[in-house]
């Protein structure tokens, strides 16, 4: 373990196509390099065998796994921040949950977008997420712990973040509860990752749970923007790995232990047109989570990812299963009486600012004078927000978001 840092470091730098580095950094995952750690490791190597053929063994039972009440998992997140901008706000932390659990309920509004060729193999994990109201030592409480540290970078320090002794923030019970750590990367090299996650043959108790960069955390200004670093995190910590395997160099002879997943000989980035072909001409599955595309581009687990997941959580995480930990209801909905529109009149685009501060998908409608629908579209809400109009013929609209309406004007 002592050596992660450098092996992540020396990881990226090796795996990273180099003209695409400096241009674009990230968006990487630390658990590539920590796969080949564990290659390395002969006492991971057997922990992570004996796991696999447990979990695979229970897939094959598979009765085991989908007969179960619905899954909601008691999560906490940890703000470890030194300057106050990095202590971010709770509707930011909100907008994280309701990412994870869109995602992993099949409920995403993007989930349409799955090509044709795919969509037999869309899975649906049931798998809910809430902010925990009860601490471990049984105490009212939020589900987010603050914690003001003087260590930049904190979130690449894994020797520090998980110890409250040490600037960090100290995990609650992992048999119990999702741990969730965010926090600064800045690194003096400007290399970093955006996140890791141990699985299960990784973790140590004080380290169990996913790590997401600030930058990256819930709905953000990053490339990612939409908070699905998590989600690709939380599939790690459920057993998953990368969809191309992780092989260094890459190859087309290792695979992600899934078979539903066609073999791809190397991750893609950014957001590719579809389809993209890799060994022996098969499509790549790139807008599935544990690809490195960016989020918009991102949009399903498959059914045997769902089924494995499902597995570890019986097997290695079943404390998250049989919680009696009540979850924190969710505040209000507070926007949709307060917004504006910006320019009105308006010309190709609109602009979108809410009275508080807002993060969460939400559905904007159009109307013309007759109260025909023109415009229909989930978007993520938030201040600033910008709204392409296209095509619409000028006159007066009916722009309403929530209970909400707004007159709009719009020019030649
Ligand atoms: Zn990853
Ligand atoms: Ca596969």
Sequence with gaps: MKNLIFLVFRGILFFMPVSNFFAQAIPHCGNSPEWEAELSDPVQQARRQVMEAAIAEAMQRDDAITSRSPIVIPVVVHVVWRDPEENIDDARIWSQIERLNLDFNAENEDIDQVPDEFKPFVGNPGIRFCLAAEDPAGNPTNGIVRVQTTERGIAMKRDNLFYSDRGGSNAWDPTRYLNIWTGDNFTP????????????????????????????????????????????????????????????????????????????????????????????????????????????????????????????????????????????????????????????????????????????????????????????????????????????????????????????????
């Design 189 to 412: 090299n400007g290399i970093s990752v955006t996140g890791y996650a141990y699985s299960p043959w990784t973790e140590t108790p004080e380290r169990s749970g996913i790590v997401i960069s600030l930058d990256f955390f819930g709905i953000n200004d990053s490339r990612l923007g939409m908070g699905r670093l998590a989600v690709h995190e939380v599939g790690h910590y459920l057993g998953l790995r990368h969809i191309w395997g992780d092989n260094s160099p890459p190859t087309c002879n290792d695979d992600d232990g899934i078979s539903d997943t066609p073999n791809q000989f190397f991750y893609n980035f950014n957001c590719p047109s579809y389809p993209q072909h890799s060994c022996d001409g098969t499509s790549n599955m790139f807008m599935n989570y544990m690809d490195y595309v960016y989020d918009r581009c991102m949009m399903m687990f498959t059914k045997e990812q769902t089924q494995l997941m499902n597995a570890v959580l019986a097997l290695y995480r079943p404390g998250l299963l049989n919680t009696t930990i009540p979850c924190v209801q969710k505040p209000e909905r507070v926007f949709a009486d307060a917004f504006t529109v910006y320019p009105n009149p308006a010309r190709r685009a609109i602009y979108l600012n809410f009275a508080e501060q807002v993060a969460e998908p939400g559905e904007i409608l159009l109307y013309n004078i007759n109260g025909r629908v023109v415009f229909r579209e989930f978007f993520i809400l938030r201040n600033g927000m910008e709204v392409m109009l296209h095509d619409l013929i000028p006159g007066m609209y009916f722009l309403r978001i929530g209970e909400s309406m707004r007159k709009l004007i719009v020019h030649p």
